[in-house]
Nanobody, 119 residues
C-alpha cells in the first residue's frame, strides 16, 4: 500500500522560508518521478514542481527561482524548499507519486499540508 505523508507546512511571513517533506512508503520509485501540487481555496489544484526519475526538474513560472524540489530515494522522501514566500503561495500543498510508464498517467496522492503566508 502506497503512503505519502506530507509535513513541514505552517504559517510564515512574506519573505520567509519553509521546507516541505513527503515521507514515501510502499511506492517503487520509477522513471515517472514525483511532484508537488498546491490548491488554494476556490482554485483548481496546480502543479508546482516535478522531478522525474532521471533527476530532471520543472517548475511553475510562479515559483521558479524561489522553490527547489529534491528527492532522496534512499530515505524515501521528497522535499520542497520554498524561499522568498509570497502571500499568493498560500495553499494546501500535496505530494504526488506517479506511475504507469511510459504515459505516467497514474498518481498517488498525499493528504496535504497547509502553507499560510501572511503579509
Amino acid at each position: 500500500q502506497v503512503q505519502l505523508v506530507e509535513s513541514g507546512g505552517g504559517s510564515v511571513q512574506a519573505g520567509g522560508s519553509l521546507k516541505l517533506s513527503c515521507a514515501v512508503s510502499g511506492y517503487i520509485f520509477n522513471t515517472c518521478g514525483m511532484a508537488w501540487y498546491r490548491q488554494a481555496p476556490g482554485n483548481e489544484r496546480e502543479l508546482v514542481s516535478n522531478i522525474r526519475g532521471d533527476g530532471t526538474t520543472t517548475y511553475a513560472v510562479a515559483v521558479k527561482g524561489r522553490f527547489t524540489i529534491s528527492l532522496d530515494v534512499v530515505k524515501g522522501a521528497l522535499y520542497l524548499q520554498m524561499n522568498s514566500l509570497k502571500t499568493e503561495d498560500t495553499a494546501n500543498y500535496y505530494c504526488a507519486a506517479r506511475w504507469g510508464a511510459p504515459r505516467c498517467s497514474g498518481t498517488y496522492w498525499g493528504q496535504g499540508t497547509q502553507v499560510t503566508v501572511s503579509s
